[in-house]
């Protein structure tokens, strides 16, 4: 598994540094908000972990799984929900956890799924970000790292359900994806 990986981006000490980071702010801004917290599954599920043990102040998390990139390299363009939410968002103050936005359809069309459902407000931290990639215009209310165009895996990030369980972020070697 750690032969596929042609370069490590950010160590497992530089992501919980990043992470702290965004936990002292976000803790700042939502103090009495009691924010209900959305994991973007699968992608998230170890960013999500990690991020709210940094946020101290009372809040309420939630779930929803989303995919549209499957066996591939790039988005099919079409997002599915694959497990929705057990709760309703009307009035509620949503912070989305993201992995990474990529081309930006994921967010997009979570952010409007939400917004029919009439939230309060509506923010996403997204631990990583390729804007290079955009093809929707999204921007992140919280960012950890900007990472160059290239496919990359660990930390939650998958390739065909793979390398999730990487601690760090790296870039995969194109010669898994293209053989
Ligand atoms: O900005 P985008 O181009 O939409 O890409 C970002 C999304 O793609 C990945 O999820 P994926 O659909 O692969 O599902 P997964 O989280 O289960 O891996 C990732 O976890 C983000 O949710
Ligand atoms: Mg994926």
């Given at each position: 598994m750690y032969s596929d990986i042609q370069d490590v981006l950010y160590s497992e000490e530089q992501i919980q540094g990043k992470i702290q980071e965004l936990g002292e702010q976000l803790s700042k801004d939502y103090e009495g908000k009691n924010p209900l917290v959305i994991c973007v599954l699968k992608g998230a599920f170890i960013f999500m972990a990690d991020l709210v043990k940094q946020i101290k102040v009372p809040l309420e998390l939630d779930f929803m799984a989303v995919s549209s990139y499957g066996q591939s390299t790039k988005s099919s363009g079409v997002v599915k929900?694959?497990?929705?939410?057990?709760?309703?968002?009307?009035?509620?103050?949503?912070?989305?956890?993201?992995?990474?936005?990529?081309?930006?359809?994921?967010?997009?069309?979570?952010?409007?799924?939400?917004?029919?459902?009439?939230?309060?407000?509506?923010?996403v931290v997204a631990l990583f970000n390729k804007p290079a990639r955009r093809t929707v215009e999204l921007?992140?209310?919280?960012?950890g790292y900007v990472l160059p165009d290239e496919f990359?895996?660990?930390?939650?990030?998958?390739?065909?359900?793979?390398y999730r369980n990487l601690p760090f972020i790296g870039i995969l070697k194109p010669e898994i994806y293209s053989t």
């Open positions: 929900i694959i497990k929705d939410l057990d709760v309703p968002v009307e009035g509620r103050h949503i912070l989305i956890v993201e992995d990474i936005i990529d081309s930006g359809l994921t967010l997009s069309y979570l952010i409007d799924v939400l917004e029919r459902r009439n939230a309060k407000t509506i923010s921007e992140p209310d919280y960012a990359v895996v660990g930390y939650g990030l998958d390739y065909a359900e793979k």
